[in-house]
């Protein structure tokens, strides 16, 4: 899942609206941050197999210490943990944990059965929607619009910064994803978590820009 992730941070910014949506984001994100550095350093493994599902040629052989549903509660509760050491939110802070640990609950909807329920357990989870693309596309597409719409009614744009850096934001979102979608498979693993952390990174940046020129609603 790819956008379905960001609607869930947008969505976020009705129950912490002091919380930049770039840490919402972050935390959302953040299992897929940790899982890359993981591949270079040849902890975790994954290969691409074209037409391996119909939307995803990943084929996820390890992927434990980041994607496993027990390092993914605590990843969420170290996340939480650092932003109420900087923060001092503790509301806030549980709902990011909560955000890292909804990545694990996406990804267990659409991937196939590869995600283990903890490091050193055999069993492997996935419902699999990945192999419908129609399907994907609806899902995804509902939790992605459903977060952009709570958060438009959440928030209002102090500026132009404010209304089209968001706009253009959320515009850019959805030519990634179609373009993911459709497109061909990566030409290798090392170049597709290179650019998985590049464009992480700018979109970051982004979002921490745009929602600094918004302002709560009420």
């Known amino acids: 899942m790819f956008v379905g992730h960001f609607g869930v941070a947008f969505a976020a910014k009705r129950i ?11 935390a959302t994100e953040f299992i897929d941050v940790l899982w890359p550095i993981a591949i270079l350093l040849g902890i975790e493994k994954v290969r691409i197999v074209p037409g391996l599902m119909a939307v995803s ?7 434990p210490w980041t ?9 969420g509760i170290v996340f939480g943990a650092v932003y109420y050491a900087i923060r001092r939110d503790g509301r806030a802070a549980v709902v990011m944990g909560a ?15 590869d995600m283990q329920l903890a490091p050193g357990l055999a069993g492997k989870y996935g419902l699999g929607l990945w192999n419908s693309r129609v399907g994907t596309y609806v899902v995804e597409l509902i939790i992605f619009f459903g ?8 928030t209002r744009a102090k500026d132009a910064v404010g209304r089209w850096g968001f706009i253009s934001y959320a515009a850019l979102l959805f030519v990634l ?6 497109g061909p498979p990566p030409p290798g693993v090392t170049t597709a978590v290179i650019l998985m952390l590049a ?3 700018i979109l970051l940046w982004w979002a921490w820009w745009f929602d600094g020129h918004r302002e ?3």
């Open 99 to 113: 955000i890292v640990v909804s990545h694990w609950v996406l990804d267990f909807l659409t991937h196939r059965a």
């Open 199 to 201: 464009s992480t990174a």
């Open 177 to 182: 994803y179609v373009a993911n979608m459709q």
């Open 147 to 154: 977060g952009l719409a709570i958060y438009a009614r959440t």
């Open 57 to 63: 040629p990943f084929d996820f052989i390890s992927y």
């Open 16 to 26: 912490s609206p002091q919380t930049n949506v770039a840490v919402a984001i972050l």
């Open 216 to 218: 709560p609603v009420g």
């Open 67 to 75: 994607h496993s549903l027990l390092m993914s509660i605590i990843w």
